[in-house]
Nanobody, 125 residues
Framework: QVQLVESGGGLVQAGGSLRLSCAASGRTFSTSTMGWFRQAPGKERDIVAAIKWNGGSTYYADSNKGRFTISRDNAKNMVYLEMNSLKPEDTAVYYC??????????????????WGQGTQVTVSA
């Protein structure tokens, strides 16, 4: 099991940038795919981006491509989400998540078994 703590959320104007960080603890971090999800009020929790355990592959939701970058530092047990050109529709609680099983790269919410508490991102128009 991986324990996760997000940070870096806040209020930003449209067009601005934020960098979210996720600190992980647990023996399986370096062998687990990590993801960022977000949930806006009244909406489902959707995947934003994911990164393979070795950083070799990444995935981005269509709405984020070209604006967001996911990265990880296995030596520091950290995952990051760099968000640029933010839009009001990016407003949501952002969650860091770890895949349930090691050495898999799957993108469904049900494939992720460990979640952080979430960090609020608010983008004003």
């Amino acid at each position: 099991q991986v324990q996760l703590v997000e940070s870096g959320g806040g209020l930003v104007q449209a067009g601005g940038s934020l960098r979210l960080s996720c600190a992980a603890s647990g023996r399986t971090f370096s062998t687990s795919t990590m993801g960022w999800f977000r949930q806006a009020p009244g909406k489902e929790r959707d995947i934003v981006a994911a990164i393979k355990w070795n950083g070799g592959s990444t995935y981005y939701a269509d709405s984020n491509k070209g604006r967001f970058t996911i990265s990880r530092d296995n030596a520091k047990n950290m995952v990051y989400l760099e968000m640029n050109s933010l839009k009001p529709e990016d407003t949501a609680v952002y969650y860091c998540a770890a895949q349930k099983f090691q050495f898999l790269f799957r993108l469904a919410r049900s494939d992720f078994g460990s979640w952080g508490q979430g960090t609020q991102v608010t983008v004003s128009a």
